[in-house]
């Protein structure tokens, strides 16, 4: 089992950035791919990145790419979600999620066993 808790959220006027962190516990968490998720309101939760265990591979939705970041530092068990340039758009609940296995690509919800509480992010225009 891994326990995953985010934080960092809140509101942020259009432009601005913010980073969120996701926290693990219970396993290794060096042995888990890990992915960011968001739901808004009314929609379906969505892809929004995802990093190899080891943080040197990522790969991002198109609608974040060149302006949201993720890294990891296994060593204090953490990813983070740099978002820069922020939009009303982005506004929405954003999930850590962990994978054990490739059984799915990063951007299908299914291959994700753990999922996290999730933190709110507000983007005001």
């Known amino acids: 089992q891994v326990q995953l808790a985010e934080s960092g959220g809140g509101s942020v006027q259009a432009g601005g950035s913010l980073v969120l962190s996701c926290a693990a516990s219970?396993?290794?968490?060096?042995?888990?791919?890990m992915g960011w998720f968001r739901q808004a309101p009314g929609k379906e939760r969505e892809f929004v990145g995802g990093?190899?265990?080891?943080?040197?591979?990522?790969v991002y939705a198109d609608s974040v790419k060149g302006r949201f970041t993720i890294s990891r530092d296994n060593a204090k068990n953490m990813m983070y979600l740099q978002m820069n340039s922020l939009k009303p758009e982005d506004t929405a609940v954003y999930y850590c999620?962990?994978?054990?296995?490739?059984?799915?690509?990063?951007?299908?919800?299914?291959?994700?066993?753990?999922w996290g509480q999730g933190t709110q992010v507000t983007v005001s225009s």
């Open positions: 999620a962990a994978r054990s296995g490739p059984r799915y690509t990063y951007y299908d919800q299914r291959g994700y066993d753990f």
């Open positions: 219970g396993r290794t968490f060096s042995g888990y791919s």
């Open positions: 990093t190899s265990w080891s943080g040197a591979n990522t």
